[in-house]
């Protein structure tokens, strides 16, 4: 079972539903919006969502909806950084003038939290996804993505591509807002896995393939089971001096980096599997015009 934000044929109207396992979708009733859905204690959440796998009122055939991106209304999508070694090495691989910071912070106390998006900004999958004009290497990162409600609760697992340039972080760590948050560089989706259907999420398999035309140029796999933190301590820290009154999404770090001098350009297709939770695909773009033409 599955969560997911969709439009039907003939409607302009966003609307959140539960995907079962027969592919067919059933509209959450009474449900705004997924916003809403993450201002309930879990426990309510998940009552809501399955009275309506109980009820198994009017569905719609998964091929016959338009999936959008799982983040709406005042839902943030945050984003935590060197919660792998692997993320650490390519850090401190490509800093220039302060390669340390990187490895401190690994270990440090405290993780690295930062804003990655607001809902307006994230693509689904299936929408484009851009690096900058000014970037000199740009990367996917794939990461599980923790949805959290209004109540620090872990609600749900879904997939992020915090796409990164690593050029421009590389230069100072200070640029980091340049280099992670821009229109084009979150997809999150396609879906969210409830956290209750997820029996160990320490034991995630990811998969990135990077490919144009078809074949493929870079590919590699991971596991949630190499993080450095726990989600609840990544979720504590986000939580600790802030509120998400409609949840927020939590992208935990990424365990694949391709390696210089690799750079996404424009006709890459970034693919992300994360088996229990789905598969998230976006076709790359390069620059704020193209960008502003594809999504708009």
Request: glycine share 8%.
């Amino acid at each position: 079972m599955h969560i997911l934000r969709y439009l039907s044929p003939g409607s302009a109207d966003a609307r959140v539903g539960v995907l079962m396992a027969d592919g067919q979708v059933a509209e959450l009733d009474g449900v705004a919006s997924l916003g809403w859905l993450w201002a309930l204690p879990l426990e309510h959440l998940r009552e809501r969502v399955e009275a309506t796998l109980a009820l198994r009122g009017p569905t719609w055939d998964l091929a016959e909806l338009t999936v959008l991106a799982p983040v709406d209304d005042r839902t943030e999508v945050w984003a935590c950084g060197v919660t792998y070694e692997t993320s650490r090495e390519a850090r401190v691989e490509e800093s220039e003038h302060a390669p340390d910071i990187y490895a401190r912070v690994y270990d440090a106390e405290r993780p690295e939290l930062f804003f990655k998006s607001a809902a307006w900004r994230v693509a689904g999958s299936g929408q484009p996804i851009a690096v900058r004009d000014d970037s000199a290497v740009s990367v996917p990162e794939p990461e599980v993505a923790l949805v959290v409600n209004a109540f620090g609760e872990i609600a749900g697992y879904t997939i992020c591509d915090d796409v990164s340039s690593r050029s421009i972080e590389g230069e100072n760590p200070l640029y980091l807002p340049q280099a992670k948050s821009y229109l084009g560089a979150c997809a999150v989706g396609p879906v969210i896995r409830p956290a209750w259907e997820v029996a160990d999420p320490y034991a995630l398999a990811i998969e990135l393939t990077i490919s144009r035309g078809g074949v493929v140029e870079w590919t590699g796999t991971a596991s949630t089971s190499q993080l450095h933190r726990r989600f609840d301590e990544l979720v504590e820290y986000l939580m600790r001096a802030d509120i998400h009154p409609d949840g927020a999404v939590l992208s935990t770090g990424t365990c694949l980096v391709p390696p210089a001098p690799f750079t996404l350009e424009e006709g890459h297709t970034v693919r992300i599997t994360v088996p229990e939770v789905g598969v998230l695909e976006n076709p790359v773009v390069r620059g704020l015009a193209a960008m502003k033409a594809a999504r708009w």
